[in-house]
Nanobody, 128 residues
Framework: QVQLVESGGGLVQAGGSLRLSCAAS????????MGWFRQAPGKEREFVAA????????NFADSVKGRFTISRDKTKNTLYLQMNSLKPEDTAVYYC?????????????????????WGQGTQVTVSS
């Protein structure tokens, strides 16, 4: 079992920054692939970023590439999403997720179906 709890969301003006955190508990967190997804009202959940268990591989959606950074701190069992140059279209509920099949793998998935543990989400609102 893996439990995930996101934090760090809030209201920010366009051009601003936020850092989301995802605290993980449970066995073997450090050996799983992790991802961030988001869901805006009336839209499907979409991929934002992913990181391999080692941190050596990362992947980003085209819409956030160059603005967002994903990282993980194994000593703190925490996943991060640094979001810079935020735009109103980044407004959504952000979720972290664990891909336990990607055990000690550098293969990253963008598919929600590949992730089997999810947090409850944190709201990010970007005003124009």
């Amino acid at each position: 079992q893996v439990q995930l709890v996101e934090s760090g969301g809030g209201l920010v003006q366009a051009g601003g920054s936020l850092r989301l955190s995802c605290a993980a508990s449970g066995r073997s967190f450090s050996q799983y692939g992790m991802g961030w997804f988001r869901q805006a009202p009336g839209k499907e959940r979409e991929f934002v970023a992913a990181i391999s268990w080692s941190g050596a591989s990362t992947n980003f959606a085209d819409s956030v590439k160059g603005r967002f950074t994903i990282s993980r701190d194994k000593t703190k069992n925490t996943l991060y999403l640094q979001m810079n140059s935020l735009k109103p279209e980044d407004t959504a509920v952000y979720y972290c997720a664990a891909d336990t099949v990607a055990f000690r793998s550098n293969i990253l998935s963008r598919l929600t179906i590949e992730y089997d543990y999810w947090g409850q989400g944190t709201q990010v609102t970007v005003s124009s």
